[in-house]
């Protein structure tokens, strides 16, 4: 039996409400009044127990059950995914310090360190396996740049879901063959990512399979917003300003929903403010903000934006050219006072390397991007003394193996042991630091 009264969706256009997943599923995940694909969750939890939730010591997004649209926990499909830590990366805070002045905290949510894939898409996939497991959903179609679908085909595979996975042909080989490797489909399509999402459309009505509805999608947003409970959790407080790599982004979408959910508590949480990273490679988003505040952010402004076809970039997966979320995220982020920043792709590695060095942790493309916003967003003012950033690290470098490849620099070869000396590993600070810092 289902608790039906646990969730509702309510259409955010125009407020109908829809039961249960079972319901969505069955209406084609759209508002029948408006046909709007934008609703959100709301529960009948008791939301006072959340600040005791909050307290404890998760394994997992799971912790938060209550405030997750799922009826039964027994349809839960985890691999600790979700409660990663957030670290401070004192190395950052010396360097505000040192060059800027600024005493500020910085704190790296690692999404590497999670259980299913090792990406921050981890939770998505975890709830939408639960979430057909307890409807008897037996096939899902998803288009993706690389890591929804890796996190999808993983976790769909395990509930027992068929899982057709669209990529666009710059996609990394990696993914391709860890989805694959689990026995789910991959269509490899000739084209970009709007390509792959236009086929994945067409596929899933030719065969009525239920497709994800991309970064609105209430699975997605739902997992993603319990990153609000966990920063309640691991440092008492929102950070003053988020930073993220983006593509569709349900980062901040799922945020800014997570802090509206749970006002009657924490009353006075706010949005960080949004600071936003494409690479110089594909930046349709940053091109639209630059515009519209050389305008003076004109009414409407969000719903003007470049598409770029056949985005080339270097990080695969980032490479949403047509950002048919911006109209949602530049309002979010214009409320929040942020911005969106672009960072230069043939920088990456340096970026990379000096990560690798100074914290011994390695970073994949996607994450490099989003650190090197954060070096950025210091170079432009747009930290203010005093404040907590969050960078949100979304991968290691798992899924990009020839971008570690291209991160060695201590190599050198030898014939004989005369040509090997001992070394010292202070020694390599500078030039890596120095790599960063030019322009
Ligand atoms: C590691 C990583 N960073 C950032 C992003 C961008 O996320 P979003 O599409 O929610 O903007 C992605 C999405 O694929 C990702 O995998
Ligand atoms: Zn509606």
């Given amino acids: 039996m289902k608790d039906a009264s646990k969730y509702y969706l309510k259409c955010v ?14 209406q084609n995940q759209v508002c029948p009044e408006c046909g709007s694909k934008h609703s959100e969750v709301w529960y009948n939890s008791d939301y006072n127990e959340l600040p005791l939730i909050i307290k404890g010591n998760p394994i997992s997004f799971w912790q938060y059950f209550y405030y997750l649209p799922l009826s039964r926990q027994e349809n839960i499909i985890s ?3 979700g409660a990663v830590s957030l670290q401070n990366w004192w190395f950052l805070e010396d360097f505000a310090k040192e060059k800027y002045g600024l005493d500020i905290s910085v704190q790296v949510y690692r999404n590497d360190l999670n259980g299913g894939t090792g990406t921050f898409k981890d939770v998505a996939a975890s709830l939408a396996a639960s979430i057909f497991k307890e ?3 037996k096939q899902y179609c998803v288009a993706s740049t690389g890591n929804t679908a890796t996190a999808y085909a993983r976790y769909l595979s395990i509930a027992g879901v068929n899982c057709s996975v669209f990529i666009p042909d710059n996609a990394l080989k990696a993914s391709e063959a860890v989805i694959s490797a689990f026995g789910q489909q991959v269509f490899r399509v000739n084209g970009d990512y709007a390509k792959a999402k236009e086929i994945a459309a067409e596929y899933s009505k030719k065969h009525n399979i239920l497709i994800s509805i991309g970064n609105i ?44 959910e749970i006002k009657s508590v ?29 305008k003076g952010f004109p009414e409407g402004f969000e719903n003007d934006y470049p598409i770029i076809d056949n985005p080339q970039t ?20 214009k409320e929040s006072g942020g911005t969106f920043i672009r960072m230069k792709e043939s920088k990456m590695i340096d970026y990379g390397k000096l990560i690798a060095y100074e914290r011994k942790v390695i970073l994949g493309p996607a994450s490099a991007v989003c650190m090197a916003g954060f070096f ?24 990009a193996p020839d971008f570690v ?3 060695i620099y201590t190599t050198k070869n030898v014939n004989s042991v005369e040509d090997c000396k001992p070394h010292m590993i202070d020694d390599y600070r500078k030039q890596l630091w120095d790599a960063v810092l030019k322009d």
């Fill in 79 to 81: 691999r600790k995914e």
């Fill in 376 to 399: 950025e967003a210091l170079k432009k003012g747009l930290i203010k003394n005093g404040e907590t950033v969050l960078i949100n690290t979304g991968e290691g470098v798992r899924r």
């Fill in 266 to 294: 924490y009353p006075d949480l706010k949005n960080p403010r949004f600071l936003m990273v494409q690479p110089d490679g594909c930046d349709p988003m940053v091109q639209a903000w630059e515009n519209a505040e050389a």
């Fill in 217 to 260: 999608d209430p699975i997605r947003v739902e997992a993603k917003k319990t990153m609000v409970f966990e920063w309640l959790r691991q440092i008492e407080r929102m950070p003053d300003v988020y930073i993220q790599a983006i593509s569709g982004g349900t980062g901040p979408i799922a945020i800014d929903k997570g802090i509206r």
């Fill in 135 to 137: 409807n008897d959903i």
């Fill in 13 to 26: 256009k125009c407020e109908h409400i829809t039961p249960d997943f079972g319901a969505w599923f069955e």
């Fill in 314 to 333: 270097a990080v695969p997966t980032l490479a949403t050219g047509n950002p048919a979320t911006y109209p949602i995220i530049a309002k979010l982020v």
């Fill in 405 to 407: 490849d291209e991160m």
